[in-house]
């Protein structure tokens, strides 16, 4: 036993003596999911404290509905409102011509008129509604039609992503019903004043009565809104820990270059002991590398104003997990390294490789936005197994038991990689030279 | 030279994947213990092949050794523990100083507590090295380097001890401390075996000299011996050009 760990030893002091390798292995991880959580806040959750999205808005109205659409956007915290660029007032052509060329992602042109119509529109409404009340028999009201339309124009850069696109549109789409309502509770007094004088209206505006709070509990004590931190801190800190495949498939393809590899086949050693060592090293840097980004995502993030990151209450489990998950990245570490011949293979296919995990298990673009063939193929990601895990573990409260299969899963594959690169390596030992 | 066979070469014989020529043709010799056997030839003799076959780092194709009553295919563990290899190519860890190189070969071997620090304080004290104990290998000197990859060969006290061009690349001083030690480790009873260009240097060092060539042993004998038999030169070197030609080696 004093074999492995004189091993580990050597390992660590390795490690250790290269500073610089090892400020990278810790430091740049960190610095990774700070800059790609600040990125993606934005993109994926559209909630944002800093109006940052620019929007061209021609107001050819210049009544009710154009004031409140701008007031709206205008409030929202996400859009900032351009009606005016180099001086010049907006029109309808300036506003396609720049969302065409890609100046601009939005163009809003409210048409002249839109407001009248919806007033049209309401006044009709209300006044069948209160003729109803007074003529509930051959009530000549009820015949009077409006078809009437407004056809507010939404001009998007041919680049935005679809998703964006749908949300702004759902955005526009409340604004303009919450107009239409506010006109017809308005108009709704006003006729109502008319009709009995001694009526008095509220003095209150149409509020919404129904609200929606996004709550989800993950501990005893405390209440995480789901946020991209929840998605993106456990996705980038498994990214960087399956990265140790570079740092650890060099080291191999180093101690074979050096020729140290070759004085330990000599010594009376089992190849399984060294290999253990380097395993056992390299797991503690993994650990320790995600409780950092964990760190970042839990005291860093909310710095930058983004949602801080919650864990749950379950830190047995959450230990286990990252433990099995950097055996898995460990093992695929391995098995490139011991397969790779040199540096360069190593570092292309290994970068390569765990980008495509990555993609593939969902950590960039979260499985349930992908199409059915990429959900199938991801269940087959080491790291989306991972992933999995750790989202159970900090958001739905999971146990132990609850997380087995994705243990399980990476087990095996930490079995499977291990067993290849000892297959490889019997299979080409230089005994079988 | 008589007494026991330590080491027993029958019919050795090997070809590497992807090779058509073999790196070794039937190789048969005995080595005894006490030994200090000099294997040389020119580049691509087959030297290496042979010290790596009986160090287990290959596989004969065909043919066996034995190592002290040990058989290199069957016994692979148990002979590790009983030889100390010097590889050609310094063998150590850059980054990690002599101290710790050595303790983590000599903990490799088994060895550890005051008994491992006191060999490696010997090994220091015999190469000159105590100043550079704590100095990381990769800012020691070729010499220094060459001193440490064989007290890490060394450290176990192995009964035989295989070197594969120990003092190519160093200075004069540092090829006659270690010649002087292998010496003194071959008066402790230590069997050497060692590859070697530099024939002078086998004709003062060798109880016996075995000269290959194209993977063939072409002449095996004390040096002395050697020299009676071809009167015509005045020294190793010249039998040994004139057994092996003047051609160029790979």
């Known amino acids: ?433 | 030279m008589t007494g026991k066979v330590i080491i027993e070469i029958t019919d050795l014989f090997k070809i590497y994947k992807g090779s058509d020529e073999p790196a070794i043709k039937g190789i048969s010799l005995d080595i005894f213990q006490g030994e200090i056997f000099g294997l040389l030839g020119p580049n691509g003799a087959g030297k290496t092949t042979t010290i790596s076959i009986l160090c287990g780092l290959f596989h004969p194709s065909r043919g066996n050794a034995r190592i002290d009553g040990m058989d290199i295919r069957s016994n692979r563990d148990d002979i590790k523990k009983i030889i100390g290899v010097v590889p050609q190519d310094v063998a150590l860890y850059p980054t990690l100083t002599a101290w710790e190189n050595l303790t983590f070969f000599g903990n490799m071997y088994g060895l550890r507590g005051n008994r491992l620090r006191k060999k490696i304080a010997e090994g220091f004290a015999v190469f000159g090295l105590e100043k550079h104990a704590d100095k990381k290998i990769i800012n020691c000197s070729g010499g220094i380097k060459r001193r440490i990859n064989l007290i890490a060969g060394l450290l176990h006290d192995p009964k035989v001890i295989f070197l594969d061009e120990p003092t190519v690349g160093i200075d004069v001083q540092s090829r006659v401390v270690i010649l002087e030690y292998l010496k003194e480790l071959n008066r402790k009873g230590t069997t050497v075996i060692y590859t070697s260009h530099y024939m002078e240097e086998a004709e003062k060092l060798c109880t016996r000299v075995a000269i290959i060539d194209r993977g063939t042993v072409i002449s095996i004998g004390n040096p002395r011996e050697l020299l009676a038999e071809h009167p015509e030169f005045k020294d190793l070197e010249n039998i040994f050009l004139h057994l092996t030609g003047k051609d160029l080696r790979d």
């Open chain 1, 1 to 433: 036993m004093f074999r492995f760990f004189s091993a580990c030893r050597k390992e660590t002091l390795i490690l250790v003596r290269d500073l610089a390798g090892l400020i990278i292995l810790f430091i740049m991880p960190m610095i990774m999911v700070v800059i790609l959580a600040l990125v993606q806040e934005q993109g994926w959750n559209s909630i944002t404290k800093d109006p940052s999205i620019p929007v061209l808005l021609v107001d050819e109205d210049q009544d009710t509905l154009g004031a409140k659409i701008e007031d709206g956007l205008r409030n929202s915290n996400i859009f900032r409102i351009c009606k005016t660029l180099d001086g010049k007032k907006l029109t309808r052509e300036i506003t396609k011509e720049k969302v065409g060329k890609g100046d601009y992602n939005i163009g809003v042109i409210i048409p002249k008129g839109s407001t009248t119509i919806i007033r049209h529109k309401v006044q009709v409404m209300v006044t069948q509604i209160v003729s109803g009340i007074m003529m509930p028999v051959d009530n000549p009201f009820l015949d009077i039609q409006s078809n009437d339309s407004i056809n507010i124009l939404i001009y998007f850069d041919p680049g935005i992503k679809g998703t964006f696109k749908y949300a702004f549109m759902a955005t526009m789409k409340e604004y303009s019903m919450f107009i239409e309502s506010s006109m017809i509770f308005s108009s709704l007094n006003t006729e109502l004043k008319r009709m009995f004088p001694q009526y008095k209206p509220p003095k209150m505006n149409y509020k919404e009565t129904v609200y929606f709070s996004e709550i989800f509990p993950a501990g005893k004590d405390e209440l995480a809104i789901p946020s991209t931190t929840q998605h993106n801190v456990p996705a980038w800190a498994l990214f960087a820990m399956f990265f140790i495949v570079i740092p650890m498939s060099s080291s191999m393809i180093k101690e074979r270059e050096e020729g140290s590899m070759i004085r330990m086949f000599t010594l009376p050693v089992s190849y399984l002991t060294i290999f253990m060592a380097k395993v056992s090293v390299y797991a503690v840097v993994c650990v320790i590398q995600f409780i950092l980004m964990m760190l970042a995502g839990r005291y860093l993030l909310p710095l930058a104003r983004i949602a801080p990151l919650t864990i749950g209450s379950n830190y047995l489990g959450i230990f286990i997990m990252m433990v099995i998950s950097s055996m898995a990245a460990l093992g695929f570490a391995i098995a490139v390294g011991t397969i790779a011949r040199t540096h360069q293979q190593a570092a292309a296919f290994g970068s390569v490789s765990v980008v495509v995990l990555t993609a593939l298990g969902g950590l960039w673009v979260p499985v349930y936005l992908m199409p059915q063939v990429m959900r199938n193929i991801a269940t087959w990601s080491p790291l989306n197994w991972a992933h999995v895990g750790f989202i159970d573990l900090f958001l739905r409260q999971a146990t132990i038991i609850d997380i087995f299969p994705q243990l399980a899963k990476l087990l095996i594959f930490f079995a499977v990689t291990i067993s290849v690169a000892l297959f490889y390596r019997r299979v080409n030992s230089p005994l079988n030279n």
